[in-house]
């Protein structure tokens, strides 16, 4: 960076966190407990090093804070192999049994929070708030599928004859590959572990090369919860090596089904992976989501909705607003009220001090598609508003940009950081046209007060979870996915248990009526 970026990066730090730019020239130190900081992979039960290792870097500061063991083809299988041999034993302990050891590894995650959110902090770099909401996040779902495990009911279906009877039974599938996300490196796992254990399956995690950290801390709260050997296995790699341990995951026989969290892109490449042996699948893949304001919304709830949807984990979710669409008679309002909330509310910093609420990007790559959407948008007409600079290492001013069309790059690709771009627009039918005008459709938000045009666009939206006046959504409750190419399969709720059995149909004849 020129001497003359450094000198305005730190004006503007200095600007939305006083004190900033000397804090971040120093140096953060990682301080957990000595058991939860693991480097190793987990392979039935045993911590197992690899032949190399590959560097975890903090990316608020670029400096690095662990080196992990980086596993490859052989250690991949390996753990398959382990989950397989464990499936024979786990599938056969009751419903009950397996309540009782999820609930314990709950029990875990939240007494460790502090320290669980601390290593989300350093390897992802959130906001420890937000870190210590993700491991609240992480561990119901962990308590949500203790429960989900004593409910899974098969039936008793009439049959046409007198002499025999229909059964439908639900059994585990078998070995889950879960492969997962940097963005949220706890309750990505859970969310999908959780329901697989639930069922009766057994599981080998490959969580993404930025944050196995998390990972291998659950692994260690999982081995005191007492989960047995083998049923939770972990394979850390770097990004070099991922390719070749993705493909062991999605090709290996052993394997009964695959859950991956990520890409479209990537998710396109594994479900090609796993087609010769016709794995189950489930995909959470990329989402594009419109947040609509509607001239009959609350002007102040709506902004309250964007700022969370919006810059939540400096706007790298999923389901994060991509883009902004506000009627014509509101626009002055909301755009006003949103550049206020944007002045008041967001800090930028390291994620460990208090007063952030806007960490780094995961890394440079990041922010230059940011800067790259920026400029797009810029070339083509669209005014900033707010922000737009490229800070030091990975951070992002979170920007406004006004004046924007559907023709621009920032409204036709997910952005993924802190990139907020307005439309105006005029008719209801207008909107949703432009909200649909998607390959993919994970989350849609709008706001309204108008009782009959939330149920029309509620049913209008192509998506797969709809906030009507609410920003945030996720709940182990409710289903997560998307439809489109957002997607295959749901996670969380009663249905997130089906994506880890098999129904089988079970005739007993031979009855004497």
């Not at 991509?322 to 994620?351: C, P, W």
């Not at 230059?368 to 030091?392: M, N, P, T, W, Y």
Request: charged fraction near 20%.
């Amino acid at each position: 960076m020129s001497a003359i970026g450094v000198l305005r990066t730190r004006c503007f730090l200095r600007q939305v966190l006083p004190g900033l730019p000397a804090a971040m020239q120093s140096h953060y130190s990682l301080d957990v407990s000595a058991p939860l900081l693991r480097t190793q992979g987990y392979v039935d039960g045993r911590w197992v090093s690899a032949a190399s290792v590959f560097p975890v870097v903090d990316p608020a500061t670029g400096q690095e804070i662990a080196r992990v063991s980086d596993c490859g083809p052989t250690e991949a299988k390996q753990a398959v192999d382990a989950a397989h041999k464990a499936f024979q034993s786990w599938k056969r302990y009751s419903a009950k049994e397996r309540s009782v050891l999820l609930r314990k590894w709950f029990d875990l995650l939240t007494l460790h929070k502090e320290d669980l959110a601390k290593l989300i902090t350093f390897e992802c770099g959130k906001p420890m708030q937000e870190s210590l909401g993700e491991i609240a996040y992480s561990a119901s779902f962990l308590e949500w599928f203790s429960e989900e495990a004593r409910r899974v009911y098969g039936d008793i279906v009439p049959s046409p004859a007198k002499d025999r009877k229909i059964l439908l039974l639900k059994q585990p599938v078998g070995v889950a590959s879960i492969i997962t996300p940097w963005n949220f490196p706890s309750a990505m796992i859970t969310r999908k572990v959780g329901a697989a254990l639930a069922a009766g399956c057994t599981v080998v995690v490959k969580p993404a090369e930025d944050t196995p950290l998390s990972a291998l801390a659950l692994a260690e709260l999982a081995e005191q919860a007492g989960i047995p050997a083998g049923v939770f296995n972990v394979v850390p790699c770097s990004r070099e090596r991922t390719p070749s341990v993705g493909e062991v995951l999605c090709t290996d026989p052993l394997v009964a089904k695959i859950s991956f969290t990520g890409s479209t892109a990537t998710g396109k490449v594994l479900l090609r992976l796993a087609a010769d042996t016709v794995k189950k699948a489930s995909m959470e893949l990329g989402g594009h989501a419109p947040f609509i304001v509607f001239d009959s919304a609350d002007v102040d709830l709506a902004v309250r909705g964007a700022m969370a949807s919006k810059f939540r984990n400096s706007g790298q979710t999923c389901v994060c607003s991509n883009r902004f669409l506000v009627q014509n008679g509101i626009y002055e309002r909301f755009m006003e009220k949103l550049s206020v909330a944007m002045d008041t509310e967001l800090r930028l910093g390291h994620g460990s001090e208090p007063g952030t609420t806007q960490g780094p990007l995961i890394n440079a790559r990041a922010a230059d598609k940011v800067v790259h959407q920026i400029s797009d948008a810029v070339s083509q007409g669209a005014k900033v508003l707010r922000g737009g600079k490229r800070l030091e290492g990975s951070f992002m001013e979170p920007t406004l940009l006004g004046d924007v069309t559907a023709d621009m790059l920032c409204t036709r690709e997910e952005t993924f950081g802190p990139l907020l771009p307005v439309i105006r627009f005029n008719t209801e039918a207008e909107a949703l046209a432009v909200a649909n005008a998607s390959a993919v459709g994970l989350a849609g938000y709008f706001y309204s007060q108008d009782v009959s045009q939330i149920w029309r666009v509620a049913e209008a939206l192509e998506v797969g979870l709809v906030g009507a006046n609410e920003g945030l959504l996720s709940t182990p409750e409710a289903t997560f996915g998307g439809v489109k190419q957002s997607g295959l399969g749901r996670e969380g709720s009663k249905y997130g248990i089906e994506e880890y059995l098999d129904i089988k149909y079970m005739c007993f004849g031979g009855l004497k009526p």
